[in-house]
């Protein structure tokens, strides 16, 4: 009886400890061209997991102490890769300094992001005029939220409200 309840309890174990390892990885294994391609452009990569979204395969990662993602389509090409920055560290000076001198000034940096493509580098900042107050939500103002797309040269590439 003991012996049985013992042997229960470690198929259920080992039964977690493979539920949870799948939940990691996302369950998705990516082709072996997609993880050929990933590790002959990112050596070094510490890779967290493979997931799906609607562009392709899409890899998270850690390289030099950054988090990235990664995505590729099925054929093993690479489409584009991303990784937040650290606002007074990493923004690009001519990104900053158009930032600074342009419409939006006064706003409040909530998160940039480093988007490459085969084309080029973008900067997606997000950005709003509300500070985490709450003074809007009581009436003395309202809230605006931005997400502002620059090039490598700081001109404004896209401007949408959100």
Known sequence: MKNSIIKTALILMVLGFTINS???TGGVKAPEQVTAEF????????LKDW????AGYKAEFKLNHKKYTAVYAADGTWLKSSTKLNWTKDMPVAVKNALKKGKYASFYEDEIKEVTT???TQYIL??????????????YGSWEDYQIIYDINGAILSVKEL
Do not use: L, R
């Not at 590790?39 to 510490?46: D, E, H, M, S």
């Not at 997000?126 to 009436?139: L, P, Y």
């Open 22 to 24: 799948n939940a990691a």
């Open 39 to 46: 590790t002959a452009k990112y050596p070094g990569a510490v």
């Open 51 to 54: 997931k799906m979204d609607k």
């Open 118 to 120: 085969n084309t080029g």
């Open 126 to 139: 997000t950005i709003d005029n509300h500070n985490g107050s709450t003074m809007a939500t009581e009436g």
